[in-house]
């Protein structure tokens, strides 16, 4: 079993930065990737970025250059990055890490961004 726990968000005015964590435990192995996905009211879970074993990196169009995505291997946890919030990224942001059998999604954690 793996479990997954979000932790950083909250609220944040436009143009700030907030620093995602997602500490993953249990039973670990054959991970191919850890990502944050996001939600926002109304809509579909996204990908936002994610990052593989070997440390390379994927992020949608609307977050490059403003999030950055880094993995800690000996604490096995992830983290996101973000700046230069905008109100468009108010979210509950996800942390997904994928093996090669199953993925595993932690509960969740809510950023708002708003003045």
């Known amino acids: 079993q793996v479990q997954l726990v979000e932790s950083g968000g909250g609220l944040v005015q436009p143009g700030g930065s907030l620093r995602l964590s997602c500490a993953a435990s249990?039973?670990?192995?054959?991970?191919?990737?850890m990502a944050w996905y996001r939600q926002a009211p109304g809509k579909q879970r996204e990908l936002v970025a994610h990052?593989?074993?070997?440390?390379?990196?994927y992020y949608e169009d609307f977050v490059k250059g403003r999030f950055t995505i880094s993995r800690d291997n000996a604490k096995n946890t992830v983290y996101l990055q973000m700046s230069n919030l905008r109100p468009e990224d108010t979210a509950v942001y996800y942390c997904?890490?994928?093996?090669?059998?199953?993925?595993?999604w932690g509960q969740g954690t809510q950023v708002t961004v708003s003045s």
């Open positions: 997904n890490l994928h093996t090669i059998v199953k993925s595993y």
């Open positions: 990052i593989t074993m070997s440390g390379r990196h």
């Open positions: 249990g039973s670990i192995s054959s991970v191919t990737s």
